[in-house]
Every structure is written in structure tokens, then in C-alpha cells.
């Protein structure tokens, strides 16, 4: 590690808050009131810290919290972090995608993600997916169509933020627009979703004899000899016109969908702001036809933190957009670890398991927290114990009645610095 990323990680790692300093003296002190051994841990000075060996500096830079963890982690904790830019890059003339499911992170059993980029005109064709598709896009602008359960066409423009919903087995398409196309991230409702596991329509076409495409289609068997001999997944066309033409030519005698399968985060109001960031909550009471996936968009600003909190109706699947953070995450039986976070990064917290997200550098930290589930629910630690009686809380945490009088009375979801 050099002398930069060697910053004093122990001298980080306190709580941050008012309530969460106290909380933890009042445990430590509980912890020597009860005689138990307190050894000294390990600084980035000790030899004990140190590796001299065979290492990889610029990874152990990027993950100071697993080359020096923190004296509060402790026992085997799955690992519940992988980032897309090791994953294999699936690349086609007009784009290309990435996955990670539980194959890749095997913690990550209800939900799965795929990175994809589309160039100005690249196409991700007609297909259908077995799982659920939700999405958000994280750079350009990108025509997104599909066909609603009634036979209704549907046809969108798209942009860095909006989100997208395509229900199991409505055919869909995106296609990249000017100026340089779009890049986004597909997330599902399945863990072992695969991107090489969708319904393509030149897939299809492909292994359909021609006589029967011909009859099913009313033209000559000659015509369909042109059909592509094999998948084309995404492929490189012409930019499209004007929205307002594609509308017209989809619309036929039924008229467009009443269903809007795009969401547009811009125009909606923030759920809750505080000094630390902010969060806007995403799930079927506002994105009606997302019914199997909610979500929470996430702003931390420097030194914040989400604050400490458990799901109890689903796990967590995260995706960071900027910024660096680190998340430690607590099991059953006194475990806990803790691992860093950049852009690109996968995070994944299984349902009722306590975690927190704090903003290590100096940028706002953005991340998304997805859940196979309808609809959005947390509890936050000082939500609970200023709503247990008081005299049972201190006597837990040995904590005193104006300790616990400060501790906020709400749910504050991001803490300042």
C-alpha cells in the first residue's frame, strides 16, 4: 500500500453520531465491566499488521478494510462484495455486457445484475426474459420498447437516471441514441439469472423451420431464407428517428399501452433529505408496474453514514455509482466484517442482517439498495431503542438516561458528518 491509501485506518473506524459514539462506550464499558481480556489491536505500524510477502498493493489500496479489518469484525462472514470489473465483458459489435449472479457472488441467491452498453444505433434485440427486468440508467440516452400483457405497444426514450420495468415475459428492446449511446444496469429477480439464458427473437427465428415461419406469417417460404442463421443478442443499426415516428408506426388499431413501463427519478420528489444525504424510494406505490422489485437510491454525503439499520422483508442487492464507501455487515453468532466499496462495486446483505454504509472519501457516495419485493421496508437501531422502554435500553448498554435522551427519536436513514 502506499503512503496515501496507508491513511490511519483504526483512527476511521469510530462511530460516527452522537447516539452511535455513546452506544459504543457503553458496550466497551460493559465489556470491561465483566473482566474480559482487552487486548491492544494491531496499528498500520505494527509488525504484526504489516505484509511483507508476495501481495497485490493496488488491490489491498482499494480494500484497506480487509487488509487491516477493523477490532469489531469478527469470525467468518460470507463475502459480500464483487465488483463488475472483473466480470466477463460479453462484447458484440454495437456493445457489450457484463453479469454478476450467484455464480459470481454466491451470497447472492434472490437477485442478480447485468451491466450493459449500447453505441449510438447498438441494439440489445427483441427478447423476453424468465425473470423480472429493472433498470437504471447510468450514462446517455437510449429508446426502450416493449408490448404490454394486452398486446399494446409501448415505446420510450430514456436518460442518465430514469428507470425502466419489464415484467417476466413482456418482449422488450433498448436501443442506443445520439450522441454516444447509453450504458446501464439491468438487475433481476432471480439470482441465477443469466444474460445467455434469454428468449431472442433471431434465436427463435433461427431454430423455427422455414415452412412453418412461412405459414405462421402468411408470406412466402422464400422470404424467410434472409432470417439470421443464429442469435444476434446485440448488434450495430442505424440511430432511429424521432420518437414521435416510432409512436405513430407502433400504435395500429388498438392505440399505445396505458402502461408506463419508464420512471423518471428527476421528476420526482426526494423521500427524505438531511444533512448527511438523502434517499428517494422507488417501489410499486409510485412505479406502479414494478411489482417484484422496489428500490432505494442513496446519497451520502463526505463522513456520513446510512445509518445502522436492517431489512426485515428482503435481502439486499446494492450497486455503487460514485464515490467510495466501506460496509460492515453483522451475522448470527457475534460475526461481523466489514469490506470497501467503489464504482462499479456489487454489495449484498442477506434479509434481517444489521449493516451500515459509510462515505469514506471526499465526494458524495451514490448507491442504489434493490430488493426482490413490491414494496420498501427498514428499521433503524435508534428508531427501536428510543421506542423500547428506557430503563430496559440502558440496562442492555449500560448507557445512561441522557445518552439515550440524544440518540434520535426517528429514523434519520443518512447521518451527518
Known amino acids: 500500500m502506499n503512503d496515501d491509501a496507508k491513511t490511519d485506518l483504526v483512527s476511521r473506524r469510530g462511530f460516527l453520531g452522537v447516539g452511535s459514539a455513546a452506544l459504543a462506550a457503553g458496550m466497551l464499558s460493559a465489556v470491561d465491566a465483566a473482566g474480559q481480556d482487552q487486548k491492544l489491536y494491531p496499528t498500520k505500524t505494527d509488525r504484526s499488521a504489516t505484509a511483507p ?62 451491466d450493459m452498453r449500447l453505441t449510438a444505433g447498438g441494439i440489445r434485440e427483441l427478447h423476453w426474459h424468465t425473470a423480472a427486468e429493472w433498470a437504471f440508467m447510468l450514462y446517455g440516452n437510449a429508446r426502450i420498447t416493449g408490448l404490454d400483457a394486452d398486446g399494446k405497444s409501448f415505446v420510450s426514450d430514456v436518460t442518465e437516471g430514469d428507470l425502466w420495468y419489464f415484467p417476466t415475459g413482456i418482449p422488450h428492446s433498448i436501443q442506443g441514441l445520439n450522441s454516444d449511446g447509453a450504458e446501464f444496469l439491468l438487475v433481476f429477480d432471480d439470482g441465477n439469472f443469466s444474460e445467455y439464458e434469454t428468449v431472442l427473437l433471431t434465436d427463435w427465428m433461427a431454430h423455427t423451420p422455414h415452412d412453418v415461419l412461412s405459414k405462421n406469417f402468411g408470406v412466402s417460404e422464400q422470404a424467410m431464407r434472409k432470417m439470421p442463421l443464429r442469435e444476434k443478442f446485440i448488434f450495430q443499426a442505424a440511430v432511429p428517428g424521432p420518437l414521435a415516428a416510432d409512436l405513430k408506426a407502433t400504435s395500429g388499431s388498438q392505440g399505445l399501452s396505458p402502461v408506463d413501463f419508464a420512471f423518471r427519478t428527476a421528476q420526482q420528489p426526494i423521500t427524505k433529505r438531511t444533512k448527511g444525504g438523502e434517499v428517494l424510494i422507488v417501489d410499486s406505490s409510485k412505479f406502479k408496474v414494478s411489482t417484484t422489485i422496489a428500490a432505494a437510491i442513496i446519497t451520502v454525503h463526505p463522513g456520513g453514514i446510512r445509518e445502522l439499520h436492517w431489512h426485515p422483508n428482503a435481502d439486499e442487492w446494492q450497486y455503487y455509482i460514485s464515490g467510495t ?52 421496508q427498514d428499521l433503524a437501531l ?32 443518512v447521518m451527518p458528518k
Open 53 to 114: 510477502g508476495p501481495g497485490n498493493s493496488q488491490l489491498d489500496a482499494q480494500n484497506p478494510d480487509s487488509f487491516l479489518p477493523p477490532p469489531t469484525d469478527a469470525g467468518g462472514v460470507a463475502t459480500f462484495k464483487y465488483p463488475f470489473g472483473i466480470a466477463h465483458k460479453r462484447m458484440q459489435e454495437g456493445g457489450w455486457s457484463r453479469e454478476v449472479t450467484v455464480r459470481e457472488l454466491p451470497v447472492s441467491k434472490s437477485m442478480a445484475g447485468v
Open 325 to 376: 464507501g466501506r460496509m460492515t455487515v453483522f451475522a448470527t453468532g457475534g460475526r461481523a466484517r466489514t469490506m470497501d466499496f467503489q464504482a462499479g462495486d456489487v454489495g449484498y446483505v442477506l434479509k434481517t442482517l444489521p449493516h451500515y454504509v459509510q462515505n469514506t472519501g471526499d465526494t458524495d457516495l451514490k448507491f442504489l439498495e434493490m430488493f426482490k419485493s413490491s414494496f420498501y
Open 382 to 413: 435508534s428508531e427501536w431503542l428510543t421506542h423500547t422502554p428506557p430503563e430496559l435500553v440502558m440496562a442492555h448498554l449500560g448507557i445512561d438516561k441522557a445518552t439515550l435522551d440524544a440518540i434520535p427519536k426517528d429514523e434519520v436513514v
